[in-house]
């Protein structure tokens, strides 16, 4: 079967990274639809972008509401889980993403959470300078805005946004949809991570892991490409915020003294960043792959370039990979 028109639907296909898996898929002639509560592209999409964005069928769905997307991914070739939670206090998007007012988007990063953070106010000290700076207004409601589509939740406000519900039943809850509704075998992107970040909590990573443990036992029903990225920048600077923008510079100087001078002896610390772009094609070549399955690592996502659709050295999974396969669950 030739790749042009296979169907692949992103869960948070207007978020950070799904929006950069739906542009992978449409340049790689396949049928792409992007599910999200919104339904909308990006409102910060570039020019550019927006070219390949005509392609897409940006849909509304809820990923907790399987009767919402059923009829899409029924005849799914792949289907990409994009969502999820770094921190279980949701101020931090608005830090990552954020253009102008560091300091008050730093305040309600460490404010303890209540409720639904999606509904909260910014601090006050942030919405008095908001008011004398409505492009910094902007920008925090833009941010808002993307962290609604990727972040999916119910009509009600949801009380349990925890690293279990956000970044392990919400995929459980698409994957095992997908078995009961597609019988093809789709491949099934999930979004996982390389490892734990500094000063984020261990439920974090562990989240990750067993999710990757139980979509592993879906098979053969499903074909897992379990894609295990860093922190992530995207290659237009612009889309970046000043936050990312700023980490991305100090991780790429740590990551080279790191290799240069300590001979990766930091390597269990310093991580260098992937572009979202880079782990998009990843996640779109491995699900077209139809004898691959596991994990995708981040140094191999890093040091092995792909080149017209296909690797440029190296077998599907390398001998470090096949050992990540044995997957164990955590407790």
Request: hydrophobic residues 35%; positive net charge.
């Amino acid at each position: 079967m030739s790749i042009f028109g296979k169907k692949l639907v992103v869960f948070g296909g207007n978020g950070f990274l799904g929006r950069r898996i739906c542009e992978a898929g449409v340049k790689r002639g396949m049928q792409v639809l992007s599910v999200s509560t919104s339904g909308k592209m990006p409102d910060t999409a570039t020019e550019s972008d927006r070219e390949w964005m005509k392609e897409v069928s940006w849909n509304h769905g809820d990923v907790f509401r399987p009767e919402s997307y059923t009829d899409l991914i029924k005849d799914a070739f792949g289907v990409a889980h994009s969502i999820g939670i770094l921190l279980e206090n949701q101020n931090y998007k608005k830090v990552v993403r954020s253009t102008g007012d560091m300091f008050g988007l730093i305040e309600s990063f460490f404010a303890q959470p209540d409720g639904n953070p999606m509904k909260r106010s910014p601090p006050k000290s942030s919405q008095l300078k908001n008011k004398k700076d409505k492009k910094t207004k902007t920008a925090q409601k833009q941010a808002l805005n993307e962290q609604e589509d990727e972040i999916q939740e119910d009509e009600e406000p949801i009380m349990d946004m925890t690293y279990d519900r956000m970044n392990k039943q919400s995929a459980l809850v698409l994957a095992q949809t997908l078995v009961e509704c597609n019988k093809q075998k789709p491949a099934f992107i999930y979004i996982s991570a390389d490892r734990g970040f500094p000063g984020v909590p261990s439920g974090y990573i562990e989240s990750k892991r067993q999710a990757e443990y139980e979509l592993y036992q879906l098979q053969p029903a499903i074909r897992p490409v379990l894609m295990r990225p860093g922190f992530m920048y995207d290659e237009k600077s612009a889309n970046n915020g000043m936050f990312r923008n700023t980490l991305k510079d100090a991780l790429s100087v740590g990551s080279t003294v790191n290799r240069t001078l300590f001979r990766n002896a930091l390597d269990g610390l310093v991580r260098p960043p992937i572009s979202t772009q880079t782990v998009a094609k990843w996640a779109v070549e491995k699900a077209l792959d139809e004898k691959f399955h596991g994990p995708v690592l981040m140094d191999q996502m890093l040091h092995i370039k792909l080149e017209n659709g296909g690797q440029k050295s190296g077998n599907n999974i390398s001998k470090d990979s096949k050992k990540e396969t044995r997957t164990k669950k955590n407790n």
